[in-house]
């Protein structure tokens, strides 16, 4: 006897890293119902990491940041509706309507609609050469602007901030970074990693200013010309980056009546309060083990392994998402890989040598390990993604000690199943 039919229709809104995932992936676990990827960028979906470090400098173009090649999506029957954007849900009639008042009815709805970047509303904030750097669009934009500049100012040590930064001085660029708080990447990082970085960029010859905000942006002829600080510096600039932060877009699911708390709250399983709606990627809030509550992250790989977690669901093999969070930032020569979540530990040790730019912060709290930030040092990486997957007994000792093999002990902890998150 044949196979039945599945005739459901699964509408995916967002096609990033994780709608594409979540239609791939569907596919591979052999969904053949209707198959509909909705996106509100013009084109065919594509890589965002590379927009902050290859693509500016030219070591890729735009046709290699594709995901897949247009064929694709025809060979899957995956329907891409491309520049048009999910206005509305009607979850009683299960309906999705569009802004060109088209009309979608889904059996299963999956919601991976990202985040946007967070705006600075300051006087000045709408002069030309002020820019953001989230999509595409965005960074075409910039890379056709800093030819021929001499001056930059970013305002946010982020990721995306001491990236461009990075790509900005190897291109002769003076550069200033201008933070809010008292410490890059502090969100991220533990002290002893985020002040490593401090260090090699101000080693390249970036400036940074810490501890204060922006007043306002001062300008000639509508072209930003200079920064102005919250304690009244004044930072000449022929273009600015602003990358401070992004908000989910979760404005779409709770106009829906599904609960949103910045993301779209989700069950252990992705699934929102209606049975029939997920949420996936870096728009979602979910229960994780690896965080002391619910918790919301912006990761290519949170955004895959969710989306491949949702897919099995909804043929049938309905698992607790227990992703293991694994992050990465090149910025110059130094390849920063993070494995676990570090915010909130209580002591930390380093493994390697920070002189030779090629060691690990291995960050404990309460004595358990929480994560590691490795800087060229994958084989450190690849190793805590084992021991965050299993039961282990790594100390802070054994971590430090050169002699103990870290991959070998690694390899041999058996995983474990996450079900308590």
Not at 23 to 44: C, K, Q, V, W
Not at 118 to 142: E, M
Not at 209 to 228: A, E, M, P, R, Y
């Amino acid at each position: 006897m044949a196979d039945a039919v599945d005739k459901r229709t699964i509408i995916i809104i967002g096609s990033g890293q994780g709608g594409y995932q979540m239609a791939a992936s569907l596919r591979d676990e052999g969904f053949d119902g209707r198959l509909l990827l909705i996106g509100d960028e013009p084109g065919f979906p594509y890589q965002r990491p590379p927009l902050s470090k290859a693509y500016l400098t030219g070591k890729t173009v735009e046709e290699a940041l594709r995901l897949r090649p247009p064929a694709y999506y025809a060979d899957k029957k995956i329907e891409l509706i491309e520049g048009r954007r999910a206005t509305a849900i009607d979850r009683a009639a299960r309906r999705v309507v569009l802004n060109d008042g088209q009309s979608l009815v889904y059996d299963e709805l999956v919601l991976a609609t990202g985040a946007r970047n967070r705006t600075l509303h300051v006087p000045g904030h709408d002069l030309d050469g002020i820019f953001y750097l989230r999509t595409l669009a965005d960074a075409q934009s910039l890379k056709g602007s800093m030819a021929g500049i001499s001056r930059a100012v970013v305002i946010g040590a982020g990721f995306i901030g001491l990236e461009f930064a990075a790509v900005a001085r190897a291109a002769g660029i003076d550069v200033t970074v201008v933070e809010a708080t008292t410490r890059p990447l502090g969100r991220a990082l533990s002290p002893i990693t985020s002040q490593y970085f401090v260090d090699a960029h101000e080693a390249w010859g970036t400036r940074f200013v810490l501890g204060t905000g922006i007043s306002h942006f001062d300008g000639v002829g509508g072209q930003v010309t200079h920064v102005v600080t919250q304690d009244g510096q004044q930072l000449a600039a022929d273009l600015v980056l602003v990358g401070i932060g992004v908000l989910p877009n979760q404005e779409l699911a709770a106009e829906a009546g599904l609960a949103c708390e910045n993301g779209i709250v989700v069950n252990q399983f992705l699934r929102t309060e209606d049975p029939h709606v997920s949420a996936i990627g870096d728009c979602c809030l979910y229960p994780s083990f690896f965080a002391a509550g619910p918790t919301r992250l912006e990761s290519v790989q949170n955004a895959v392994d969710q989306a491949r977690n949702v897919a099995a669901r909804l043929m049938g093999r309905p698992t607790p998402y227990a992703g293991i969070p694994w992050f990465w930032s090149d910025q110059g020569d130094l390849k920063l890989q993070i494995v676990g979540l570090t915010g909130g530990h209580d002591s930390a040790v380093v493994r390697g040598d920070p002189a030779g730019r090629k060691f690990s912060v291995f960050c404990f709290g309460n004595g358990r390990l929480l994560g590691i930030e490795s800087i060229n040092q994958a084989g450190d990486h690849m190793a805590g993604r084992k021991l965050l997957a299993g039961h282990h007994d790594l100390t802070p000792d054994k971590a430090v000690d050169l002699e103990f093999d870290l991959r070998l002990y690694a390899k041999e902890i058996p995983p474990v199943a996450r079900t308590d998150d």
